[in-house]
């Protein structure tokens, strides 16, 4: 089945600074990978997803690429803020029966 | 648009009771529900695939005698902790993918959790 890992586990960068997370999967039928912020006590919330057949997408300070030959994936802010604190989780599907998660990335961000 | 209630939020009960935990997709079409576990700073762990009208789909390890699923309707799934013991207290999450505004049919909302405490 399909495995997800995901690296840094924790992340701490000064506000303003830049922030990556990646993530590789193992299944190469995967061809959804969204990604989710949790704060401590709340509900996983989505923040950007992408799909299999676009290599980048970009949401204000948030991208995502896709690099499916290698099979990893990465989240990328910049200009990090104290607000993106939180866990973030990478995820991949490889049906549309379910999400498969990475271990998590604890981001700090410090003033 | 695409929110997801469950109820309760937190629950504490005695070893040996049943609690029943409600997943609602309030403004759309929830066709799949899932259900998570997540323990202390750890990830969420895929329990089991409900489509409405049909039995549910456990992962392997999930005991399907002990947490009872039911997804009655496009807009309901319940999960029922069965005969409850406190290595059972945990985080319990659903979510939601579906139609009707809730963008593609493979994405995800999810609710905003229970915690159950079993004493």
């Known amino acids: 089945g399909e495995n997800v890992e995901q690296h840094p586990s924790t992340l701490s960068v000064q506000e303003g600074d830049s922030a990556v997370i990646k993530c590789t999967y193992s299944d190469s039928a995967s061809n959804y990978f969204p990604w989710y912020k949790q704060e401590l006590g709340k509900r996983p919330q989505l923040i950007i997803d992408?799909?299999?057949?676009?290599g980048e997408k970009k949401d204000q300070r948030i991208a995502v690429t896709l690099n499916k030959t290698a099979k990893h994936f990465s989240l990328h802010i910049t200009e990090t803020q104290p607000e993106d604190s939180a866990v973030y989780f990478c995820a991949a599907s490889p049906n549309t029966d379910k999400l498969i998660f990475g271990t998590g990335t604890r981001l700090q961000v410090f003033p | 648009g695409a929110v997801v209630s469950q109820h309760p939020s937190r629950v504490i009960c005695k070893s040996g009771t049943s609690v029943k935990i409600e997943c609602r997709s309030l403004d759309f079409q929830a066709t799949t529900m899932f259900w998570y576990r997540q323990f202390p700073k750890q990830s969420l762990m895929l329990m089991a695939t409900?489509?409405?009208?049909?039995?549910?789909?456990?992962e392997q390890g999930v005991e399907k005698d002990k947490f009872l699923i039911n997804h009655a309707s496009l807009t309901l799934s319940t999960l029922t902790v069965t005969s409850a013991h406190p290595e059972d207290s945990s985080f319990y999450i659903c979510s939601a993918s579906g139609s009707g505004g809730a963008g593609w049919t493979d994405t995800q909302y999810f609710g905003p959790g229970t915690r159950l405490t079993v004493l």
């Open positions: 409900s489509n409405e009208g049909s039995k549910a789909t456990y």
């Open positions: 992408i799909r299999s057949n676009v």
